[in-house]
């Protein structure tokens, strides 16, 4: 197992929570009935899960324990969704019992785990024949921004050298379809799609988000905790954050990989 490289402060999960089916995955709508039975690993707070249980028979959700599962039980209770069942799970080796499930889903998992090829492999082996896996993770050494501020250089090396530490891999979204040939999965499709904050409010929101979570996550403790950066270095940064969040051209898009793969 890999550490999972974000933690849960609230500062994360204001990012997280803001997910929903249609703005991550979009990929995966077009594909989904009403009769199937999907597997939606890393469910995180929930609000893509339960997204999900709108427009299929049964989801099951897991997490990597009861603590971060809690996130989506709850919302699902708060939301009525009553075709989930949640499952404390590790994805390199799944207590689930073979094509179990129509689809297999997982949004920005990969990035996280110390082996996406087995992961991808576990998948495989839970999704039936015939039924889809849908994948979808970021690519942090392509993220593009403007005005061009250095301190958010400095913060996206930072973070890189983090979830490497941590056994991840953020540039994950350009390595989906070579891990999933690995894993023996032939009928791929490969895509990549954007999220772009341009507007004030998004500018805001986005900037906002970083320039906390920079200060005050697990991502903040380990930068200072490992010597990688000094408070006073991250204090720079989240003012970085905030000027971003200011100017009027502020513009951040953050692409992602995704493939479709058919067992």
Request: negative net charge.
């Amino acid at each position: 197992m890999s550490t999972y490289t974000h933690g849960h402060h609230e500062s994360v999960l204001r990012s997280h929570r803001w997910r929903t089916a249609e703005n991550s995955a979009g990929h995966l709508l077009p594909h989904l009935r009403r009769d199937q039975r999907l597997l939606d690993v890393g469910a995180g707070p929930g609000t893509i899960t339960v997204d999900l249980a709108g427009r299929v028979a049964e989801v099951t959700a897991t997490e990597v324990g009861e603590a971060e599962l809690a996130l989506s039980r709850e919302l699902a209770a708060e939301r009525g969704a009553t075709n989930i069942a949640f499952s404390v799970q590790d994805v390199h080796a799944l207590d689930l019992p073979d094509d179990a499930f129509d689809v297999s889903h997982a949004h920005q998992v990969l990035q996280h785990v110390a082996d996406p090829v087995q992961a991808l492999r576990e998948l495989r082996r839970v999704t039936r024949p015939g039924g889809l896996i849908a994948v979808r993770d970021s690519d942090y050494r392509a993220f593009a921004w403007w005005p061009l501020l250095p301190k958010l250089d400095e913060w996206l090396d930072l973070y890189q050298a983090a979830a490497r530490a941590n056994g991840g891999e953020p540039d994950a979204g350009r390595r989906l379809l070579g891990w999933a040939q690995q894993a023996g999965l032939t009928d791929i499709t490969a895509t990549s799609s954007t999220w772009c904050f341009s507007t004030p409010e998004d500018r805001a929101w986005w900037g906002g988000m970083w320039a906390d979570r920079i200060l005050q996550s697990a991502l903040a403790r380990q930068l200072v905790d490992t010597g990688l950066a000094t408070a006073d270095d991250l204090a720079r940064i989240s003012a970085a954050w905030r000027d971003w969040s200011d100017r009027e051209d502020g513009w951040f898009s953050i692409l992602h990989g995704e493939i479709l793969a058919r067992v």
